[in-house]
């Protein structure tokens, strides 16, 4: 999700629930994902996973579609942005569950998205994963292009 105020173009990020990730800020946030269902498109895949992740459901308005990335793990990350404001204070989302510390055999539940954030694209740059951030280039290059 992104939103412009007086020019500037703010995206919603998440920070990753969970102690593995409590205490890493700087490239640990993402977009909202996760993975396609059998028989569902990206695009609805995103929608349902914006709504899983934040709580928030996604309106109706058109999605701009930017490509996908490779992350380190292998998986293929496919963005699609959407115009819209919401209050990161208002998110709830899904849990997971967790054997930690891993090999103890005790499983722990969290959220799988702990906190969101609003920032400029200058500061999504260094929050961002590393394999996430050509999605901020991309949405500028669609905005300026007036898609």
Request: charged share 25%; with cysteine.
């Amino acid at each position: 999700m992104f939103r412009q105020d007086r020019g500037e173009i703010e995206v919603l990020i998440g920070h990753p629930g969970g102690p593995f990730w409590a205490s890493k800020d700087e490239g640990a946030w993402s977009v909202p994902k996760g993975l396609v269902e059998p028989g569902e498109d990206t695009q609805q895949a995103a929608r349902r996973e914006f709504q899983e992740e934040t709580g928030f459901e996604l309106g109706s308005g058109g999605m701009i579609p930017l490509g996908s990335v490779v992350l380190k793990s292998g998986k293929e990350v496919v963005v699609w942005a959407v115009s819209g404001v919401v209050d990161p204070a208002g998110a709830t989302s899904n849990t997971v569950t967790v054997e930690w510390p891993r090999g103890s055999g005790r499983s722990i539940t969290f959220p799988e998205i702990d906190r969101l954030l609003w920032c400029p694209i200058t500061e999504a740059r260094s929050r961002l994963n590393p394999a996430q951030r050509p999605f901020l280039a991309r949405l500028v290059k669609n905005l300026d292009r007036g898609e």
